[in-house]
């Protein structure tokens, strides 16, 4: 898969996530998610910049792709993580509410 393809994955997962997130998440997440936005956008930038680079500049210009690679990388994982753990909690708790324990036997 190239890096414009995983990009576009990255970015459709993000989407993604954004269509299951109540307006009380994408508001406590705004700032996250715009960073979000905003590197995936340096990296299709970078991705042009990486292929017209040539000599000790794509080095370079390499180096800061790896670089904003491996945030988006992170922090799509990580959203996703927390995404499933709250489907998972949500799955595992009981209609009714939460489990109470039955009351105590009388002492004899």
Known sequence: MSMADQLELWSARLDALLTKATP?????FHTQIDQLKAA???A????GELKGATGDNWDVVKAEMVTIWHTIAAAIDNVEIGERAKEDHIKD???DGPVQQAPAAPAA
Do not use: C
């Open 24 to 28: 009380a998440e994408k508001a406590a």
């Open 44 to 47: 299709f930038a970078k991705l």
């Open 93 to 95: 708790t009981p209609v």
């Open 40 to 42: 995936g956008i340096a």
